[in-house]
């Protein structure tokens, strides 16, 4: 669990008398429209239609979902309807917010969206926000401490930087994330870096660092396919296909490019492709993506 701002334990009295608002990992929306979801919980505590509307159209606005007030919310993406819950949660303006695994199995757009928010809800102290997450590096991003737990015990807080520092088996444990590799970066004319791993393959980074960094590209960051196609991303491997795990809705897939790659992709896009172990594919993802551990 991840703590943003002041520890729980520091809210005074009064503030932990008021509600608090939980934004969980499956969207639930209501039936209808995209504003009267947001508005729902504002009439219940008798503002004002003016007040209501205000809320709503700034709370839209900062998950970037202006002009979706009519829309049915139910039609919209996974990703959209979960930034509908957020704003939901927002306009409440309640002291605490919790967020359980928000941006799990969203779209790289929605889930950047939703770490911005959180973000400026922790810069601009507009409530304690408390986001549960398995992304040790999400937590980096959006947190500004953070509460380490195992078997349903706090084993450490403090930054991330602090935690992995002190507590090498939290760091090992986090060393066998998929994606996570190590090499020499160097700046680039372009203005990006490249980081070369193993002399085996290069990628390129959108970080201006130079020296020996850590990186991570989330698996649902890479493109597949079964041919190159032109594109702006920065990154292109050929690969061949050695394990394919099935993940209910989800499809996870380990690729030996030069170094093995994990990507998570839709089971309808399996299906499409007509992947199986042993097919020859193309790993595709922006410098963007690529993270900095």
Do not use: W
Not at 39 to 62: D, F, N, T, W
Not at 131 to 149: E, M, P
Not at 256 to 276: H, V
Request: with cysteine; hydrophobic share 40%.
């Amino acid at each position: 669990m991840f703590i943003n701002g002041e520890k729980i334990t520091s809210v005074n009295r009064d503030r932990a008398r008021l509600t608090t608002t939980l934004v969980f990992q499956r969207t639930t929306l209501f039936s209808t429209s995209v504003y009267k979801n947001i508005a729902y919980g504002l009439k219940l505590r008798g503002l004002p239609q003016k007040q209501v509307r205000r809320s709503a159209e700034k709370a839209l606005a900062k998950v970037k979902l202006e002009g979706y007030e009519d829309r049915p919310a139910k039609n919209l993406s996974g990703g959209e309807q979960q930034r509908v819950s957020l704003a939901r949660a927002l306009a409440l303006q309640t002291p605490i917010l919790l967020l359980d695994e928000p941006t799990a199995n969203l779209d790289p757009k929605s889930a950047s969206i939703i770490e911005e928010v959180i973000r400026q809800a922790n810069r601009q102290r507009d409530a304690i926000v408390i986001i549960a997450t398995h992304n040790v590096f999400q937590a980096d991003r959006t947190s500004g401490k953070a509460a380490f737990l195992a078997n349903g015990k706090i084993i450490a807080v403090g930054t991330i930087d602090e935690i992995l520092g002190r507590k090498p088996e939290i760091r090992a444990k986090f060393s066998r994330l998929e994606n996570l590799f190590s090499g020499i970066s160097e700046i680039l004319e372009e203005g990006t870096s490249k980081i070369t791993i193993d002399d085996e393959i290069a990628i390129e980074c959108a970080s201006r660092q130079t020296g020996r960094i850590t990186v991570f590209i989330r698996p649902e960051d890479i493109i597949l396919s079964k041919e190159s196609f032109k594109s702006s991303a920065r990154n292109v491997f050929k690969g061949k296909i050695v394990e394919i795990s099935d993940q209910g809705s989800l499809v996870k897939l380990k690729v030996d490019a030069g170094k093995q790659f994990t990507a998570q992709i839709t089971k309808r896009s399996f299906s499409e492709l007509g992947m199986k172990v042993g097919s020859q594919i193309y790993l595709t993802f922006k410098a963007s993506s690529v993270q900095v551990a």
